[in-house]
């Protein structure tokens, strides 16, 4: 049995390893079970992450571009830090320091 494209969902994401930056596309389901970035990274049973439409950097500056690459697989084991990318978001400025009272 097929699921329809409309139980999934499509959200952009930065991922970093030891060595690159990796921003790309993850597939979710649009609810409930696997529907968050850290639901598929804390799923035991899967050892790899699947991204579309990504972009590999280095962290040493040798392709300052970046490789682009319309399907990469990302050991679940090698991610450093996730982080999804809200297209609506504004930078934010840190919240100033807590003082003593």
Do not use: K
């Amino acid at each position: 049995m097929m699921e329809s494209m409309e139980s999934y969902r499509y959200e952009r994401v930065i991922i970093e390893t030891t060595r690159h930056r990796i921003e790309g596309t993850i597939t979710l389901a649009r609810d409930g079970y696997r529907s968050r970035l850290s639901d598929v990274l804390n799923a035991t049973e899967r050892d790899f992450l699947s991204l579309t439409d990504a972009t590999i950097s280095t962290f040493d500056g040798a392709d300052a571009a970046g490789d682009v690459q319309p399907f990469v697989v990302v050991s679940r084991h090698q991610i450093v830090i996730a982080i999804p990318q809200d297209p609506n978001a504004r930078p934010s400025t840190p919240p100033p320091p807590l003082t003593a009272v």
